[in-house]
């Protein structure tokens, strides 16, 4: 038995569905980010659905050119002098995050992708300041004090991202303030790209508002094409990190059970947002609950804060048997490491008609290669 990422293919068209319906009767363009997910074996099946993906690193950009077969739209925070050309010939657009690294790359781009500038609505609703793009002192994007009246005539678009897994309605606030501080530049621009955290495919999402706040922006600004690149949003709720029952263990009163995974390498914007993932067949209950049945989850790493708690289930929790976490596809996958060289959890596909495939398995070559 070892651990398993398992994303199921009927809930990903699901979401791929529901994208592509929402980007047809919006008239806006949706694209995968892949800081949320970069599964590539599982791309032709996007394919059949989206057509781009937007990318933040050279190899981001090169999974996007030749593992998805289209050129990315491509946004850094700061690009490098030896990356730089070859991210370009990966990339259909290229935002700067900022005016300096406008000037010193832009002639490198001409003719070759379309520029875009990262500008910030110094607005946004996300509480959790580790995922806030707007806070005070951020290093992303040109707030409207900086811009000049004039854009260089090569900036066709501006890139703008302030949400986290949010609402319409948080967009529908949002934009009220991009067009007060941006609207002015707008007759300059081809598109505006208005970034990630569009959760469409959560069960409470006012999908017809997003719809309805596109078909404002089109009637407003006709010469524009407007892009959402939501990360989340297209491996929401599309499957389960499966783990083991490796030990139970008991101090002053508390019980851990550890697990053959761990929340720091497998898990980790559990300890980083925080929130408490759903575990199936469990309930999250206070610590001090002291109720029966209730654990502590720890990891199997050697970080002393790699646990959560509490969670009560409706027995005893046996050694061997399966604790699965729901909803651990997005920002998971990409965002894991080998920590303390703990085995890494398998990545398999649960096929439609019921046939489990299984994408990739990790072992000691890999841990040790990352130490090359």
Known sequence: ?????????????????????????????????????????????????????????????????????????????????????????????????????????????????????????????????????????????VSADQLPEQLPADIEGFHCHCHCESGADVLQRSLVHIEEKFAKWFPQLKWLNLGGGHLMTRKDYDVELLISLMKGLHKR????????????AFAWQTGPLVSHVVDIVVDKGIRTAILDVSFTCHMPDCLEMPY????????????????????????????????????????????????????????????????NGISHPAIAMLHADGRMEMLREYGYEDYRDRMD
Not at 38 to 61: C, D, G, M, Q, V
């Open 1 to 141: 038995m070892k651990p398993v990422y398992i994303i199921e293919e009927q809930k990903l068209r699901r979401n791929l569905s529901l994208i592509a319906d929402v980007a047809k009767r919006a008239d806006v363009e949706i694209i995968l980010a892949f800081k949320a997910f970069a599964l590539w074996k599982t791309f032709p099946i996007f394919r059949e659905y989206i057509k781009s993906t937007t990318a933040s690193s050279l190899n981001e950009a090169r999974l996007a050119f030749e593992q998805f077969g289209a050129k990315a739209h491509t946004y850094s925070p700061a690009y490098t002098d030896e990356e730089f050309n070859d991210i370009v010939a990966c990339s259909s657009h290229l935002t700067f995050n900022s005016l300096s690294q406008y000037a010193r790359f832009h002639e490198r781009v001409a003719g070759k992708a379309s520029i875009g500038l990262r500008v910030n609505p110094e607005y946004c609703e996300v509480e959790t300041l580790l995922y806030n793009p707007c806070a005070p002192g951020t290093r992303f994007g």
């Open 221 to 232: 600004y006709p010469w524009l094409k407007i892009v959402l690149e939501p990360g989340s």
């Open 276 to 339: 408490y993932p759903d575990v199936r067949g469990a309930e999250h209950v206070d610590e001090a609950a002291n109720v029966e049945h209730q654990y502590r989850l720890g990891g199997n790493s050697c970080l002393s804060g790699d646990f959560m708690s509490a969670w009560q289930f409706d027995h005893e929790l046996q050694i061997g048997e399966e604790v699965i976490f729901e909803d651990m596809i997005h920002y998971t996958t990409v965002k894991t490491c080998m920590f």
